[in-house]
């Protein structure tokens, strides 16, 4: 009886030490997240020192989330490149605004090509699809997608 009561006491404290230890390990990353959050502002608001802005200087002013963005999605996916990052952010940006625009709360920009706009966003939710399909199916995708034998070739 004394024995089974030692035993449950260190699991409890085994258990206690492991949740401090994984806390610690969690504010950790959450510091260095925050560090690198902080360190982009940084230069965002630095490089401004170095250069005057011009009239596009609205457009750019994204950029500083982008990147911000970026590194909060590396942290929780650190496979994916900072390139693709930014690419999933600036084409749900434009589905958003093409949204804005069918709805009838903006419209496109005079530089903008509305159908090439169109095109880049059908194809990019194609491979979305794609990739959610993957996803659900993996490796009987492929199989799902082969053509189905019409009823007259079978029976013959």
């Keep these: 009886m004394e024995i089974t009561g030692l035993l449950l006491g260190l699991l409890a404290l085994g258990v206690a030490v492991y949740g401090i230890w994984d806390v610690r390990r969690l504010v950790r990353e959450q510091v260095a997240l925050e560090r690198n959050r902080l360190y982009s502002r940084l230069m965002d608001t630095l490089a401004w020192r170095f250069v005057d802005p011009t009239a596009e200087v609205e457009r750019s002013?994204?950029?500083?989330?982008v990147h911000e963005f970026a590194i909060?999605?590396?942290f929780l996916k650190p496979s994916l490149t900072l390139e693709e990052a930014?690419?999933?952010a600036y084409y749900e940006?434009?589905?958003l605004a093409d949204d804005f625009v069918r709805r009838g709360f903006a419209r496109w920009r005079e530089d903008f090509d509305r159908d090439a706009v169109q095109a880049e966003l059908a194809k990019w939710q194609s491979e979305k699809?794609?990739?959610?399909?993957?996803r659900i199916f993996g490796e009987y995708r492929a199989w799902l997608a082969r053509p189905k034998k019409m009823l007259?070739?079978?029976q013959a």
Excluded at 129 to 134: K, M, T, V
């Design 72 to 74: 909060l999605v590396r």
């Design 152 to 154: 007259s070739e079978r």
């Design 93 to 95: 940006a434009l589905s």
């Design 129 to 134: 699809n794609i990739a959610s399909l993957d």
């Design 61 to 65: 002013v994204a950029l500083r989330d």
């Design 86 to 88: 930014q690419e999933y």
